[in-house]
């Protein structure tokens, strides 16, 4: 596989349903991930990890097993559905943040997080610089937005797992 690219529609569907209690968005899949057609599934990628780590699934889940993760009120979308690559390999309209707001719109889940600084910035038309981690003013339909450090091994200077479990203690509040 290329190590970019485009990908047929549904390549690694939304995992969205009603009533969850956050839905974390990534920007686009990586290379690894378009390949095994599977959220986070670069084995560098600290997402899996951290979800455990946090309390916000009982048992490390594999990528390939993400469907478990509506068990435990946890949706996957991304910015980009019809792109594979890192952030700077995209196209320049890649992001469809009109499409992720109607997402939200339509499941209405507690909490949106964005899993990089990007991806918030590409949907709330803000430059990276100025967004700050945790929760956001802005609200898509009563939906509380929440930016996260990227967990790719790629952006591991940036890494802070304090972020990660600030939010999963905010989604233990809701249950």
Known sequence: MNRFGPLPPGHVPDLLEPGLKVVF?????????????????????????????????PELIKPQDYARLLDYGIGLTDLCKAHFGNDNQLPAD?????????KIERFQPKILAFTSKTG???????PTGVIQLGFQPEQVSGTRLYVLPSPSGQARIFWDQQAWQGLADSVRAFT
Do not use: M, Q
């Open 25 to 57: 968005c990534g920007t686009a899949l990586g290379r690894v991930s378009a390949e095994r057609r599977a959220y986070y599934a670069n084995p560098g990628n600290f997402f899996w990890r951290t979800l455990h780590k946090t309390g916000l699934t």
């Open 120 to 126: 918030a910035g590409a949907f709330l038309g803000k």
């Open 94 to 102: 890649a992001f469809d943040a009109d499409a992720l707001r109607e």
